[in-house]
């Protein structure tokens, strides 16, 4: 009943009574706010979602006393950003009031509900060196401490759609219906990763729904200029840079050739 993340959110709150915006993002298969297996674009046909709803508000005063904010930001696909990473050492990692899983609101009283994650990293990285500001932030409700992950998933009542393995994957995407496939290829598997790293390394973002788009417009791409325009087409609000966009093309020519 659902195809997208944002749909999702409306049948857990359809379910459990509460409104779609207090999920604040998903798991799989482990109820602890767990960056490494947050829901993104595909969900296994034998996994377990766990949801993330809103705790405690706070409003943090932070010195930007380096560039780097040392934040890693990503996207829960319905309209918030949230912290996914904090470097140590870094300036975040000496605000203890910051947390990964923490939503980001509001930036000196500008709302940020609604802006998408790299819109979010590109004000955080604009902010001048020696500037002070006020971030509101708000963190999952800590209501599973002590209940460790699954050890595997749980069948789909009646096991999987006709045609595919218990394997089986839903992949969700932002724009247009999800699909049902066999799980990700190894290449996939392997050109999303880089891809994804990538994103983190030239924008701040991690998005693994984005790194997989990115991976199939490059798959038949012929060169960097032909990926810089399937990306333009399908991505532009992006604005992604050149050097960013060769890079992706060195990623998945490597990712084909079972290169690490």
Request: contains cysteine.
């Amino acid at each position: 009943g659902f195809g997208n993340v944002r749909e999702l959110y409306g049948k857990i709150g359809e379910a459990f009574g509460i409104p779609p915006s207090e999920v604040l993002f998903c798991t799989l298969n482990t109820p602890q706010v767990d960056m490494e297996k947050l829901l993104g674009g595909q969900i296994g046909l034998e996994d377990f979602i766990f949801a993330h709803t809103r705790g405690r508000q706070k409003d943090v005063q932070v010195l930007k006393s380096e560039e780097a904010l040392g934040l890693t930001i990503t996207d829960n696909g319905a309209g918030y950003a949230f912290i996914k990473r904090i470097r140590e050492g870094s300036v975040m990692a000496r605000t203890p009031q910051v947390g990964v899983g923490d939503v980001l609101e509001a930036l000196d009283g500008r709302s940020l509900v609604g802006t998408r994650h790299f819109e979010v990293a590109r004000l955080l990285q604009e902010l001048p060196r020696g500037h002070r500001f006020r971030l509101r932030l708000t963190e999952p409700r800590r209501a599973w401490d002590g209940v460790g992950p699954r050890s595997g998933g749980v069948s789909a009542r009646g096991g999987p759609p006709q045609g595919l393995s218990g394997r089986g994957t839903l992949r969700l995407r932002s724009r247009g219906p999800a699909t049902l496939q066999e799980q990700p290829s190894a290449f996939e598997e392997r050109a999303v990763a880089k891809v994804d790293d990538l994103l983190e390394s030239y924008m701040g973002i991690r998005d693994s729904e984005l790194a997989a788009t990115m991976v199939e417009l490059g798959r038949d791409a012929r060169d960097p200029d032909a990926l810089a325009e399937a990306l333009d087409a399908q991505l532009g609000d992006f604005a992604f840079p050149d050097e960013f966009v060769f890079d992706v093309w060195g990623a998945i020519g490597d990712a084909k050739a079972g290169r690490c």
